[in-house]
Nanobody, 115 residues
Framework: QVQLVESGGGLVQAGGSTKLACKSSRSIFGFNVMGWYRQAPGEKRELVATITGPGSLNVGDFAKGRFTISRDSAQNMVYLQMNDLKAEDTAVYFC?????????WGQGTQVTVFS
């Protein structure tokens, strides 16, 4: 059973920064792609940023220039650095790992941006 466990998030002032972390129970190179999605209340889950095994990135338009995805394969970790946060970034952020016909999701971590 693969597990993805997020940490980080919480309350952040608008314009501030925070970093999310995702710990995988197996090697992150066991996934074809890993990354982050988010879901705001009443909204569909949307792509934030993903990274493939070779390092190709897919970043949501709203995240470009503000959010950065990174990974540490030795620690089986994927990170999301979020800068210049806005109220509309308030959402539950989910870690995702996919490949070989399987999709895995973390339990989600809440990020709330306040003014």
């Amino acid at each position: 059973q693969v597990q993805l466990v997020e940490s980080g998030g919480g309350l952040v002032q608008a314009g501030g920064s925070t970093k999310l972390a995702c710990k995988s129970s197996r090697s992150i190179f066991g996934f074809n792609v890993m990354g982050w999605y988010r879901q705001a209340p009443g909204e569909k889950r949307e792509l934030v940023a993903t990274i493939t095994g070779p390092g190709s990135l897919n970043v949501g338009d709203f995240a470009k220039g503000r959010f950065t995805i990174s990974r540490d394969s030795a620690q089986n970790m994927v990170y999301l650095q979020m800068n210049d946060l806005k109220a509309e970034d308030t959402a539950v952020y989910f870690c995702y790992g996919g490949g070989r016909g399987n999709d895995y999701w973390g339990q989600g971590t809440q990020v709330t941006v306040f003014s």
